[in-house]
């Protein structure tokens, strides 16, 4: 069948992209799903700095890709051996397809699936499969799931079904921004009712951050950024506390609000400076978490002795170390509930024509979540 993709020919272009415009809309032919996978039909996408990542070349990816990862839609068909899902179906999707058997899987982890990561890396589905060409040219599939198309295909193992009764816009930030935000903070961070946490990194991953810390009923709440606006709107989403990291204080200001420091600090700019503040501002015993993503070639500088004489927790968490059958639903109801309000973090609606316009002002530090949603 025929479907219009955000085709991304080469990494790299200089900016404004309102200018060198690094995506193209196009049409593309997609082969019918094979075993193990469906067609969707793309409800809503959203823009993550993940996408923008591959856009600048912080993340090289293979070339040509159809990119996004980040969405939600409906089930258009089924191919042979599908047993989840069904045409009509609501579903999320998830830029790890877990394959089930590796050895991560069988521990519980499926965001570290082995086979899923290759599969991502290759631009390729799981089983290897490319299903989307252009003019006659293969093109790769970005980590599972190209969403920024008006249809995919793609392996039943990239979509977790949702209730038909949420709404599908906001549905879409919970296959990235909630899953790696809220994620960070409850399940990697295992952050308890009473204790404080700071969220280094406002965008959108890190103010979800802020919404899953207000969720777990963190005492003191600790919102950093460079950004003012983004500060304040941390604060508006129950932050308690705000700071730049510049502010030549900021370590000791958070240390006196919190008696001493953080018990959970979670980085989420993808920044080294961001992460050595997050550490600098953990308690002795406390844990640091980072989902953030910088250059493969950043480095970091940390004291082992404070590993060891303050028992100190430095870890990753990739995908918000989240079992997405379990937590994608459970982050659904939550948002139902009004406990995770995501509609907050959205500040923008686009179509898909409008794409490279987004994604200046994602580079530009303009928007929180931006969202097309397609007709």
Sequence with gaps: MKAKISLLREMGLSRPYTESRPLEIVEADLDDPGPGQVLVRMAAAGLCHSDLSTINGDRPRQMPVALGHE???????????????????????????????CIPCAEGRPALCEPGAAAGANGTLLNGDRKISVDGESVNHHIGVSAFSTHAVMSENSCIRIDKD?????????????LTGVGAVLNSGNLKMGQSCAVVGLGGV???????????????????????DKRRHALDLGATHAIDPRDADAVARVR???????????????????????YAITRRGGTTVTAGLPHPDAKMTVAPVTLTAEERNLKGSYVGSCVPVRDIPRFAQMMQQGQLPIEKL??????????????????????????????
Aim: aromatic fraction near 4%; proline fraction near 2%; charge should be negative.
């Design 71 to 101: 969405a939600s839609g409906v089930v258009q068909a089924v191919g042979p051996g599908v047993t989840r899902l069904a045409a009509g179906d609501h579903v999320v999707m998830v830029f790890v397809a877990s394959c089930g058997h």
């Design 166 to 178: 949420i709404p599908l816009d906001k549905a879409a930030l919970l296959g990235c921004a909630v």
């Design 206 to 228: 890190g103010l979800a951050g802020v919404l899953g810390a207000v969720a777990a009923g963190a005492r003191t709440l600790v919102a950093v950024d460079l950004s003012e």
């Design 256 to 278: 006196d609000w919190t008696g001493g420091g953080v018990d959970l600090a979670v980085e989420l700019a993808g920044a080294v400076p961001a992460l050595e503040f997050a």
């Design 346 to 375: 959205m500040t923008h609606r686009l179509r898909l024509d409008q794409i490279n316009e987004g994604f200046e002002r994602l580079a530009a530090g303009e928007a929180i979540r931006q969202v097309i949603v397609f007709d």
